[in-house]
């Protein structure tokens, strides 16, 4: 079965631009989580979503950061007015049930100039 | 809320000597633990996973890893590693009727030397 994607695998932008960046979980996956994971660093958590609502934001790091999730499923994180520390890989995950394991999409790797 | 600490960051090794990457985590309520793998430019997977029952779980591949409640630890072992096990490794912890954030260490880097 088809597992967790996100897309564009990689963006480049200019400081000060918007971007988007987009996660589709497994079907059926209830709980959508973002994270953020600097060069050798670990995962810094970023939202969680458990259907469409999201009942912690406490890990977006600024106003400029925001996420949300429609039909259960898809789930798109913007970033308004990148800076060069948005730099990263966000990783998106999905998971049947918020305290089993998650699954992984590969990546999208933002490079911000 | 529960904590993490892998306690190396970086284990180099060779090419079919056992190893051993240590996990201890910290909760006040009872846990679920994860070890996770991360190879270059990909996203995390699943290695194993304890939920309940036994305390020593395998994966498919050859990693074990016992969860240990009076030490507080979860420490991941192979008894001889090849070339393709060089990765992340990162241990991860939940609290079922917690928080719904899992929370993960910084990580494990596991370098195996032919």
């Known amino acids: 079965g088809a597992g967790v994607s996100q897309s564009p695998s990689n963006k480049v932008t200019e400081k000060g631009k918007d971007v988007e960046l987009r996660c589709d979980p497994i079907s059926g996956h209830t709980a959508l989580y973002w994270y953020r994971q600097s060069l050798g660093q670990g995962l810094e958590f970023l939202i969680y979503f458990q259907g469409n609502s999201a009942p912690d934001k406490s890990g977006l790091p600024s106003d400029r950061f925001s996420a949300e999730r429609t039909g259960g499923s898809v789930s798109t994180l913007t970033i308004q007015r990148t800076q060069q520390e948005d730099s990263a890989v966000y990783l998106c995950?999905?998971?049947?049930?918020?305290?089993?394991?998650?699954?992984f999409g590969p990546g999208t790797r933002l490079t911000v100039t | 809320a529960q904590s993490v600490t892998q306690l190396d960051s970086q284990v180099p090794v060779f090419e079919e000597a056992p190893v051993e990457l240590r996990c201890n985590y910290s909760s006040s309520v009872s846990v679920y633990l994860f070890w996770y793998v991360q190879y270059p430019n990909q996203g995390l997977q699943l290695l194993l996973k304890?939920?309940?029952?036994?305390?020593l779980v395998e994966s498919i591949n050859g990693f074990e890893a016992e969860f240990n409640k009076s030490q507080t630890s979860f420490h991941l072992r192979k008894p001889s590693v090849h070339i393709s096990d060089t990765a992340e490794y990162f241990c991860a912890v939940s609290a079922p009727g917690g928080s719904y954030i899992p929370t993960f260490g910084r990580g494990t880097s596991l370098i195996v030397h032919p």
């Open positions: 995950a999905s998971s049947l049930d918020p305290n089993y394991e998650q699954y």
């Open positions: 304890y939920l309940s029952g036994s305390t």
